[in-house]
Antibody, heavy 119, light 107 residues
C-alpha cells in the first residue's frame, strides 16, 4: 500500500528556514515524479513544485512564489523527499503536502504538515 | 501562467441532486486536467484525470468532460459522502495551477 508521511513542520520566524521531509513506502520512489502542494488556512490548493525521477534526470520546477527560496530534493535510497524552505515569509504559512505523480496528476498524497511563519 | 477559474465557488445541494462544477482555463490545456475531492482536515483525493478518466476505485456517479479551455465535473446523484470541496488542476504546463475550489454543502 502506498504511504506518504510528511514531517518537519512547525513554527518559524519570518526570514527563517525549515526543512520538510516526506517518507515514502509501498512503491518504488525512483520511478516517480514527486510534487509539493500547499494550502494556506481556509484557502485553496497551491502547487509548490516538482522533482522528476531518475529517468528524467531529477530536474525540478517551482512556482514563482517560492522560486529561489525553496529547494526540492530527494534521496531515493532512503525513500525520502525533501523541501528546504529558506527566507520564509508570513504568506508561506500553510499545510504542506507531498504527493506522488502518475501521468502528471497526483494520485497519492500525504496527510500534510503545518508550517506557521510568525514572529 | 495558466489561470483556472472554478464556478460556482460554493453550492448548496440535496442528496440525490445532479451537480455540475465548471473549470475554465485561461488558455488551452488540451485534456490535461484533473479533479480532486477534499474533505475537511484531509488530504485531497484524485477523482478524475485526463479530463474524463475515472481514477480506480472512484464511484461511477462521478464523471468529467471537456477539452481545451472548458471542463466540467458532474456528480449524477449526490450522496452524503460527496459533501466536500472539489479542486481542478491543469497539468499541461508549469506551474501546475489549481482552481480556487468549489465547496459543496448540504441544502
Amino acid at each position: 500500500e502506498v504511504h506518504l508521511v510528511e514531517s518537519g513542520g512547525g513554527l518559524v520566524q519570518p526570514g527563517g528556514s525549515l526543512r520538510l521531509s516526506c517518507a515514502a513506502s509501498g512503491f518504488t520512489l525512483t520511478d516517480h515524479y514527486m510534487d509539493w502542494v500547499r494550502q494556506a488556512p481556509g484557502k485553496g490548493l497551491e502547487w509548490v513544485g516538482r522533482t522528476t525521477n531518475k529517468a528524467a534526470s531529477y530536474t525540478t520546477e517551482y512556482a514563482a512564489s517560492v522560486k529561489g527560496r525553496f529547494t526540492i530534493s530527494r534521496d531515493d535510497s532512503q525513500n525520502s523527499l525533501y523541501l528546504q524552505m529558506n527566507s520564509l515569509k508570513t504568506e508561506d504559512t500553510a499545510v504542506y503536502y507531498c504527493a506522488r505523480s502518475a501521468q502528471h496528476v497526483l494520485d497519492y498524497w500525504g496527510q500534510g504538515t503545518l508550517v506557521t511563519v510568525s514572529s | 501562467d495558466i489561470q483556472l477559474t472554478q464556478s460556482p465557488s460554493f453550492l448548496s445541494a440535496s442528496v440525490g441532486d445532479r451537480v455540475t462544477i465548471t473549470c475554465r482555463a485561461s488558455q488551452g490545456i488540451n485534456s490535461y486536467l484533473a479533479w480532486y475531492q477534499q474533505k475537511p482536515e484531509k488530504a485531497p483525493k484524485l477523482l478524475i484525470y485526463a479530463a474524463s478518466t475515472l481514477q480506480s476505485g472512484v464511484p461511477s456517479r462521478f464523471s468529467g468532460s471537456g477539452s481545451g479551455t472548458e471542463f466540467t465535473l458532474t456528480i449524477s446523484s449526490l450522496q452524503p459522502e460527496d459533501f466536500a470541496t472539489y479542486h481542478c488542476q491543469q497539468v499541461n504546463s508549469y506551474p501546475h495551477t489549481f482552481g480556487g475550489g468549489t465547496k459543496v454543502e448540504i441544502k
